[in-house]
């Protein structure tokens, strides 16, 4: 990300989303439901995803946002993009992927699995 605000505000997302998983994750049941296409999504997918969309929203309106949740909002050249709980086909597993792309290319990535502290 070539701006330093981006870059900022992505840690600052980073920090909460982190925070809010590991809320989620703590507890030795990790309840889910299966969305209508058959992939299971939990408290913390969602939760993650109205938090960063909401900051999103009061920091940067002009950008756009998509998450897999709740779908995209705005139409920014600068798209952020997130997948709360990343769920590898074996029940979900709290990991992030997140992006920031601008018009049709990348800026940057983040990922990290907050309960291995990476």
């Not at 705005?74 to 074996?90: C, E, L, P, Y």
Request: hydrophobic share 35%.
């Amino acid at each position: 990300m070539t701006d330093p605000a981006c870059l900022e505000l992505a840690h600052r997302l980073a920090d909460r989303a982190d925070v809010i998983s590991r809320s989620c994750f703590s507890t030795a049941t990790i309840e889910s439901r299966t969305k209508s296409d058959g992939s299971p999504v939990t408290d913390a997918d969602r939760e993650i995803e109205i938090v960063l969309r909401s900051l999103i929203r009061q920091e940067r309106p002009d950008d756009a946002f998509i998450g897999e949740e709740f779908g995209t909002h705005g139409h920014g050249r600068r798209r952020w993009i997130t997948d709360a709980v990343d769920d590898a086909g074996a029940g979900p597993s709290p990991g992030r992927g997140d992006g920031l792309a601008a018009d049709v290319d990348p800026v940057g990535v983040q990922a990290d699995q907050p309960l291995q502290r990476r």
